[in-house]
């Protein structure tokens, strides 16, 4: 079989609203697999650095990404859409927010990239709904080997309304729908990653404080062990873990360690 990885990024999600957000069958599915409510984003806990972090797997001081605007790496490290490339694998993404364009270069990297203006949108509608509607479709019709589908919504709920708010809390279940939507019409060769870039507390993150530092991860698939606690999380070891599941090997400068190995 053709290993094949979707990873669902859900912005800003706190690793304790997964249980707190009134939505048992996504709770339920989160345990189901090798799992951490413990897990560590990058400092500072910002999402464009956090995202760079888990797309590199290198601590914010090597990419040298420190803010939501985007710089060039002084001392370039090959991230995951380039070596999913190289080896020749085609890569989708879904995003809403438009600074995510500059994780991967050449911009030829990815095989193919739906985006959706979150800022245009989120105060009519809930734009994951869409967007999982979307990334479900390709899938079903091209399955290309990587597939990251990236859920905006609940960290602009989080800002409009504050961390662990009853809104932030409905928007975090509304994401656990997408994701539970999305995972049960997978062809079976497809592994799931899901996890945040990052926490946040009252109306804002950023600090090295609990709160914003510590993300949910869960992995489901053949390589992981059903309803394990994984220890020692940290969002650099995302992309380690999706390159040994594709069959390719990582970058020999990234840092972090698969998880299939924890």
């Known amino acids: 079989m053709n290993n094949k990885v979707l990873l669902v990024l859900v912005d800003g999600m706190r690793a304790d609203s997964v249980a707190a957000c009134g939505n048992p069958?996504?709770?339920?599915?989160?345990?189901?697999?090798?799992?951490?409510?413990?897990?560590?984003?990058?400092?500072?806990?910002?999402?464009?650095p956090a995202h760079m972090s888990l797309f590199h797997s290198v601590k914010t001081e090597r990419h040298g990404v420190w803010t939501n605007t985007f710089v060039p790496q002084n001392h370039p490290i090959t991230g995951l859409f380039e070596t999913i490339d190289a080896a020749k694998k085609r890569s989708a993404v879904f995003y809403s927010w438009q600074q995510m364009r500059d994780i991967w270069a050449p911009r030829n990297s990815v095989s193919f990239s739906w985006m959706m203006n979150l800022h245009n949108y989120w105060k009519t509608m809930n734009i994951d709904i869409p967007e999982t509607k979307a990334c479900k479709e390709h899938i079903a019709e091209f399955a290309p080997d990587f597939v990251w589908l990236y859920l905006g919504m609940v960290d602009e709920y989080g800002h409009g309304w504050g961390?662990?708010?009853?809104?932030?809390?409905?928007?975090?279940?509304?994401?656990?729908?997408?994701?539970?939507?999305?995972?049960?019409?997978?062809?079976?060769?497809?592994?799931?990653?899901?996890?945040?870039?990052?926490?946040?507390?009252?109306?804002?993150?950023?600090?090295?404080?609990?709160?914003?530092?510590?993300i949910p991860v869960t992995c489901h698939g053949p390589m992981f062990e059903k309803g394990k606690v994984l220890n020692d999380v940290s969002i650099i070891d995302i992309a380690p873990t999706i390159a040994e599941i594709l069959g390719i090997d990582p970058d020999p400068e990234w840092e972090g360690s698969s998880l299939i190995r924890n």
């Open 25 to 48: 069958a996504f709770q339920k599915y989160f345990e189901e697999g090798a799992h951490s409510y413990s897990a560590r984003t990058t400092f500072p806990p910002v999402t464009l």
């Open 163 to 214: 961390w662990m708010s009853p809104e932030y809390l409905e928007c975090v279940r509304t994401a656990g729908n997408c994701i539970m939507d999305i995972v049960s019409a997978l062809p079976p060769e497809y592994s799931v990653i899901v996890t945040a870039d990052h926490g946040g507390h009252e109306r804002n993150h950023g600090d090295n404080i609990p709160e914003d530092m510590t």
